[in-house]
């Protein structure tokens, strides 16, 4: 006997299933939107992966125990190495490795002619000078602040999508994800690298701000804003190299490339260069942390590929790795 014909004999008349998880999905999105509004938007990892299990455990309402064992045989795995890679990438400035500040601002100053681009970019657009006076948040910050932030929830909810659509695109996009986060914590511990931001205040470059919050200031979610200080308060400051905020852009451009078409491709492209350039505009990373950010991502694309390929010739089954279609989130089926 199903939960949900269990279910029914318990409360002695027959349960819509699919208008329960409608409603519970409706309930889920404006609780969603009044703590965005009232918290700000989540960016630490657990929280924001508990909002999306949160969400997708309501496609498990009335279906036994059965599809709440998928949900958590897939995702814990997965949770568990990047929540891993947060706890390890502290260890970058613990093990007496040396941080590189003047030796990573000489090279970029270098490279751009004697002048740093973050220093450059801020100082053309007014939010520094020689004696490092600070102009007033814009409008364009807004853009910056959400491209920024979207870094925090691109990578989850993509993840939320794949995993309702075609499990086996999605066991392909986490691989790829847990690939990025590992080559990255490996690369923070060998080369703790400071972002310009950090460099500015050790005297080592001119005068920069850290402005990938200050468009929450514009639109008036103070909240908000306050929220990603605190995350980037807790967040390794010598994890400048590579640039995931780029890898993960670029992992989404060439993770869905082939399913797109020209006009698809030509706005998806426009991402990882937004990222890049407001990542140097805001004083998060150097043109280098994003360069490094695109060999990153190319990669692991490269070895997940790879790994496929090899998996493919020794494991040549039938197999089905596509969820079975009552995982859908509030779908129908005969038994509602």
């Excluded at 009335?62 to 891993?84: E, I």
């Excluded at 740093?116 to 807004?142: F, S």
């Excluded at 150097?286 to 590929?305: E, F, N, S």
Aim: proline share 5%; with cysteine.
């Amino acid at each position: 006997m199903s939960a949900e014909a269990s279910t029914e004999l318990l409360v002695g008349y027959p349960l819509n299933w699919q208008r329960i998880r409608w409603a519970l999905a409706g309930a889920y999105s404006v609780v969603l939107g009044v703590f965005i509004l009232n918290v700000g938007l989540p960016t630490e990892r657990l929280a924001l992966f508990a909002w999306v299990l949160a969400g997708l455990s309501i496609g498990s309402v009335g279906r036994g125990w059965r599809s709440v064992a998928g949900l958590v045989r897939d995702w814990l795995p997965f949770l568990g190495v990047l929540v891993l890679y947060d706890l390890t990438r502290g260890l970058a400035d613990t093990l007496g490795m040396p941080v590189h500040v003047n030796d990573l601002a000489a090279l970029e100053s270098t490279l751009f002619g004697g002048t740093v681009p973050t220093v450059w970019l801020q100082e053309q657009l007014g939010q520094t000078d020689d004696w490092g006076m600070t102009g007033g948040a814009a409008w364009w910050h807004v853009v910056v602040t959400v491209v920024y932030v979207s870094h925090f929830l691109v990578t989850p909810i993509l993840a939320a999508v794949l995993w309702l659509r075609d499990r086996e695109r999605w066991i392909s996009y986490t691989a790829h994800v847990v690939g990025i986060a590992l080559l990255g914590v490996t690369t923070y511990v060998l080369v703790p690298a400071a972002p310009p931001w950090y460099a500015a205040d050790e005297g080592v470059i001119p005068a920069v701000r850290r402005l990938s919050g200050l468009g929450w200031d514009v639109i008036g979610l103070d909240r908000a804003g306050a929220l990603l200080d605190q995350g980037q308060a807790k967040v390794n400051l010598v994890a400048a190299i590579p640039s995931l905020h780029t890898a993960y852009a670029v992992l989404v451009l060439l993770f869905f490339w082939p399913v797109l078409n020209r006009v698809g491709r030509m706005v998806l492209a426009m991402y990882p260069l937004l990222m890049g350039l407001i990542l140097v505009y805001s004083g998060e990373h150097y043109v280098i942390d994003v360069v490094l950010g695109w060999v990153c991502a190319a990669i692991v694309a490269i070895g997940v590929a790879a790994a496929q390929r090899v998996w493919r010739r020794h494991h040549r089954t039938d197999s089905p790795l596509r969820p079975a279609p009552e995982l859908a989130l509030v779908g129908g089926g005969s038994a509602d």
